[in-house]
C-alpha cells in the first residue's frame, strides 16, 4: 500500500503550503491519518493527526499554524488527508511524511520536502 503525498517546495519565511496525501481504498480498518516530519539529523516526529471521527491533534509547535484536514468520502472508496501550513518558519525545514494506521499497522508515503528559508 503506498500513499502519495504532494505539495512540499521553497518557499519564504511567513509564507503557507498545503500539503496533501491520498490513501488507497484498500486499508481495510483504517483509524486515522497523520503527518509527520524529520529534519536532517533529527528523529521523525509527529506534527498532526486526524481520526475517522475528526478528532485532530497537534503537536505544540503546529498549534495555531498548522491544520489536518480530512476527506473520506472520495469517490472511489480512498482517503485524503491535508495540511496546511501558514507563517512557516525555517525550522519548519523537514521532509514531511504523510502517515495512516490500520489494524496497529503504519502505512507510510514516499515524504515530500518543505524548504522554508529565511
Known amino acids: 500500500v503506498q500513499l502519495q503525498a504532494s505539495g512540499g517546495g521553497l518557499v519564504q519565511a511567513g509564507g503557507a503550503l498545503t500539503l496533501s496525501c491520498a490513501a488507497p481504498r484498500n486499508i481495510f480498518g483504517l483509524t486515522h491519518m497523520a503527518w509527520y516530519r524529520q529534519a536532517p539529523g533529527e528523529a521523525r516526529e509527529l506534527v498532526a493527526r486526524?481520526?475517522?471521527?475528526?478528532?485532530?491533534?497537534?503537536?505544540?509547535f503546529a498549534k495555531g499554524r498548522f491544520t489536518i484536514s480530512g476527506d473520506n468520502a472520495r469517490s472511489d472508496g480512498g482517503n485524503d488527508v491535508y495540511l496546511e501550513m501558514k507563517s512557516l518558519k525555517p525550522d519548519d525545514t523537514a521532509v514531511y511524511y504523510c502517515?495512516?494506521?490500520?489494524?496497529?499497522?503504519?502505512?507510510w508515503g514516499q515524504g515530500t520536502q518543505v524548504t522554508v528559508s529565511s
Open positions: 502517515n495512516a494506521r490500520a489494524l496497529e499497522v503504519d502505512y
Open positions: 486526524i481520526t475517522n471521527d475528526g478528532i485532530k491533534y497537534y503537536a505544540d
